[in-house]
């Protein structure tokens, strides 16, 4: 199913009577994830007892910059993962466009309540800590979730749980680098903590797309094509966002190389992309676009990495240099 019309009546019928099949699979794997999610707490993984009021209303301490403690590409990578986070009604509402009825609403309910609580514990973290600016982190929420999400124009449901499965794994990785980049032990166990979750989540969505190869081969094929070519992470809307992730990959967080060997061909191998029978020539010709793709994803990649060595050498020189 390419992103549907959705004028077109018999597109949205199709979509809606594979959503309805797929129904069984949504349940089992919420009473799946009900049984593996552990209980955990943010208040646990917050350094409280570092806290002070800040400047304002209470008559506290104004935030400066020498407060902020965490290598700067860190921080950066903090604030994209927090104010992706707090974009979560909108993910929220595109997702819940599907039917809040049955196992999918109760899902996207619980969905919505870990993402909410990795919300809560990032934004805690770095104001207690004082790591980042407290008015500019504000103004960034007010200016990144006034702007909204939408999702791209006809894309299906199920286009939105195939990119969630990439996405959920991309986020998994960012988390995790970012904590050990930090170089701060609280920082690093609650990004491992949140890393847990989203991984959950990934193989939620995976599942459910793996469900979709058996019922509707040739469109969860064209569905797949489609998320991998046009991927992007939710918080591309950030202002800044280029400048930003340009850093996090020089960093090592996440870059094409990490989107291609850690997220897109995991995913690809689980599902059996390149080795499934059975399609027609909607869905071969979808297989033989995605593996184009992920060939010349690999190469730029593969480039990437050589011109990351070329900058790390030349900030490295640069930084050796005598201040004058």
Known sequence: MPPIDRSDRSATRAEHSLLAELQPVVESNLHRHLEVAKEWFPHEYIPWGKGRDFDGPLD????????????EVARE??????????????????????????????????????????????????????????????RARMEHMSAGYLRPDGYSALHAIGYAAFQELATRISHRNTGRISTEPVC?????????????????????????FELAPDTTMEVVRDVVTGFEMPGSTIKDFGRKSAEIAIAGIYDLRLHH??????????????????????????????????????????SFVDR?????????????VPAV
């Open 308 to 320: 990351r060595e070329g900058i790390r050498a030349a900030r490295a020189k640069r930084e050796a």
């Open 188 to 212: 690093d166990a609650l990004l491992a903590r949140i890393a847990a979750d989203e991984n959950l989540h990934m193989v939620f969505y995976r599942n459910l797309v793996e469900a979709a």
């Open 261 to 302: 060997d850690s997220v897109v061909m995991p995913i690809l191998r689980k599902l059996l992309v390149f080795e499934r029978g059975g399609l027609g020539p909607a869905g071969e010709a979808a297989r033989e676009e995605l593996a184009a793709f992920v060939e010349r994803l690999d190469a730029k990649a593969t």
């Open 60 to 71: 506290g301490e104004p935030w400066t910059p020498d407060e902020a403690t965490l290598p």
């Open 77 to 138: 990578s903090l604030v994209v993962n927090l104010l992706t986070e707090d974009n979560l009604p909108g993910y929220h509402f595109a997702v819940a466009e599907f039917g809040k009825d049955g196992a999918w609403g109760n899902w996207v309910d619980r969905w919505t309540a870990e993402e909410a609580r990795h919300g809560a514990a990032l934004r805690d973290y770095l104001l207690v800590t004082r790591a980042v600016d407290p008015r500019a982190l504000e």
